[in-house]
């Protein structure tokens, strides 16, 4: 069973950094892509950051610069490093595992907020 989880969301004051964590079990997590969607109340899912293949990573323009994705493959864990936060980025974060052309497995979700 595919179970992805995220953590380190939560509140934070604008200009702020938050790393979010996602692990990943009951896949061979090396062999798979990862990626960062999230989702604001009333607006549609974007695909924020994401490994494109051979350890290149792109990322939504309007986070181009402030945010960072990683991956551990020793511990079936990927990352999402943000800095200056704005009132913007705040959203339900939501990690994505592909094995082919779609993500296919989704996490639950962590909440961000960012709020003065």
């Known amino acids: 069973q595919v179970q992805l989880v995220e953590s380190g969301g939560g509140l934070v004051q604008p200009g702020g950094s938050l790393t979010l964590s996602c692990a990943a079990s009951?896949?061979?997590?090396?062999?798979?892509?990862m990626g960062w969607y999230r989702q604001a109340p009333g607006k549609q899912r974007e695909l924020i950051a994401q490994?494109?293949?051979?350890?290149?990573?792109s990322y939504l323009d309007s986070v181009k610069g402030r945010f960072t994705i990683s991956r551990d493959n020793a511990k079936n864990m990927v990352y999402l490093q943000m800095n200056s936060l704005k009132p913007a980025d705040t959203s339900v974060y939501s990690c994505?595992?592909?094995?082919?052309?779609?993500?296919?497995?989704w996490g639950q979700g962590t909440q961000v907020t960012v709020s003065a």
């Open positions: 009951g896949i061979i997590f090396r062999f798979y892509r």
């Open positions: 490994f494109t293949g051979a350890g290149t990573t």
């Open positions: 994505t595992a592909s094995a082919g052309a779609t993500y296919a497995y």
